[in-house]
C-alpha cells in the first residue's frame, strides 16, 4: 500500500506546480536569509578571533554560507521544474532527473538538520575555546612593543568595554599575570624590587586591573589599584562593598553573546528545514501523479500521487535487501578476481 497517496485531476495537479513553484522562490529568500546569517556570524567571530583559541567555532558560519548557497541552487532548480510540468513537452526533459534530485534533496534536507543541531550543541567547544584565548590573550595584553602582539592590549580593552566584563573568569584574573609593560616599571623603586623579589616567576603582580574593567555607573571613581587593601581607600570594605569593577568574566559575556546568537540562528534553520521538507514532499507528489497519467494524451483524466510505491516498512526491506545483493555481487566480484590471480599456466615438458 502506498504512503501518502492522493487521487488528482488536472486542475489540482496545476495548483500544486504553481503553489510549488511560489514555495521554492521563498525558500530561494530563505537560503539568502541563512547566507547571510553565516555572513555575519563569520564577520563577527573574526572580530574576536584574538581571543578565541582555534578555528572550530568557524564550522557553524561556514557550514550556514554552504546551506545558503546549496538551498538558493536547489530551489531555483526545483522553481524551474515546477514551472516546466505544466507543460508536458518541457516537462519530458525533466522526468529522468526527478527521481536523482530528489534523493539529492533527501540528504540536502538530512544537512539542513545537522547544521540546526550543530547551532545548539556548539556552546560547548565555543566555551572551551574562549577560555583559552581569553586566557592567552590577557597574558599577551603588555607587549604593546611586540610585534604581532601590539594590538592585544587594544583589543582586550575594547572587549570589556562592549562587554562589560573583566578578565576571564572574574576581575581577580588580573591579580595572578603581569599586565603592567615592564617598559613602564621604575626598576630603581624599592617596591617594584620587593615585588618582582616575592613572585618565584620573577613578574610585577599587583592586586589592580586595566581601566577598562572600570563601571562608569558607579558613583564612586574607579578603584582599580590596590582593589584588596582597605586602608589604601577612603571609607572601603573590600569584602563587603560592591566593587565599582565589572563582577562578569569575558568569557561568560562572550559565551552568552554567541551562543544565543547561533540558538537563533539554529531555530531560523529548523524552519527553513520543516519547509524545505514540505517542499520536497510537495514535488514527489507532483512528480508521481504527473508519472501515472494513465493518457498522456488526454490532460483532464485523473492521477495518483504518493510519498512512497509501498509502506514504510516495506520501502526500508526492499533498501535493506538492495544493499544486501549489491554486498553480494561486489564479494563474488573478489572471490572471481582472487581465483583468475591463483591460477598457474600448465608446462607442457617434451623429451
Not at 536569509?33 to 555572513?39: K, P, Q, R
Not at 563582577?247 to 539554529?266: D, H, K, Q, T, V
Request: proline residues 3%; hydrophobic residues 40%.
Amino acid at each position: 500500500m502506498a504512503l501518502l497517496k492522493v487521487k488528482f485531476n488536472q486542475k489540482k495537479r496545476v495548483k500544486l506546480a504553481q503553489g510549488l513553484w511560489l514555495m521554492n522562490w521563498f525558500s530561494v529568500f530563505a537560503g539568502i536569509i541563512v547566507f547571510s546569517m553565516g555572513l555575519f556570524l563569520k564577520i563577527e567571530l573574526r572580530k574576536r578571533s584574538e581571543v578565541m583559541d582555534n578555528s572550530e567555532s568557524h564550522l557553524v558560519p561556514n557550514s550556514l554560507i554552504l546551506m545558503g548557497i546549496l538551498s538558493c541552487t536547489f530551489n531555483a532548480l526545483a522553481g524551474k521544474i515546477c514551472y516546466d510540468s505544466l507543460d508536458p513537452t518541457k516537462f519530458a526533459k525533466w522526468k529522468p532527473l526527478l527521481k536523482p534530485y530528489l534523493v539529492l534533496c533527501f540528504f540536502f534536507n538530512c544537512l539542513i538538520f545537522f547544521i540546526a543541531l550543530i547551532c545548539f550543541f556548539m556552546r560547548g567547544s565555543l566555551e572551551t575555546t574562549l577560555a583559552y584565548g581569553l586566557k592567552n590573550g590577557m597574558k599577551f595584553y603588555r607587549d604593546t612593543d611586540t610585534p604581532g602582539r601590539c594590538f592585544m592590549k587594544k583589543t582586550i580593552d575594547m572587549l570589556q568595554i562592549e562587554f562589560r566584563c573583566c578578565g576571564n573568569n572574574g576581575f581577580r584574573d588580573w591579580f595572578e599575570i603581569q599586565w603592567i609593560s615592564n617598559r613602564y616599571l621604575d626598576f630603581g623603586s624599592k617596591e617594584v624590587k620587593d615585588r618582582i623579589k616575592s613572585n618565584v616567576d620573577g613578574k610585577y603582580l599587583v592586586d589592580g586591573v586595566p581601566f577598562s574593567c572600570c563601571n562608569p555607573s558607579s558613583p564612586r571613581p574607579c578603584i582599580q589599584y590596590q582593589v584588596t587593601n582597605n586602608s589604601a581607600h577612603y571609607s572601603y570594605d573590600y569584602q563587603t562593598e560592591e566593587l565599582n569593577l565589572w563582577n562578569r568574566g569575558c568569557r561568560e559575556a562572550l559565551l552568552l553573546y554567541f551562543s544565543s546568537m547561533m540558538s537563533s540562528m539554529g531555530g531560523v534553520v529548523l524552519f527553513v528545514w520543516l519547509f524545505e521538507v514540505s517542499v520536497m514532499v510537495g514535488l514527489r507528489l507532483l512528480q508521481t501523479a504527473l508519472e501515472s497519467i494513465a493518457n498522456p494524451e488526454d490532460p483532464e483524466c485523473e492521477s495518483e500521487g504518493w510519498l512512497l510505491e509501498q509502506s514504510l516498512t516495506d520501502t526500508f526491506k526492499s533498501a535493506l535487501e538492495s544493499l544486501k545483493k549489491i554486498g553480494k555481487f561486489n564479494q563474488v566480484d573478489a572471490g572471481a578476481e582472487g581465483e583468475e590471480g591463483g591460477k598457474t599456466p600448465a608446462i607442457t615438458t617434451v623429451s
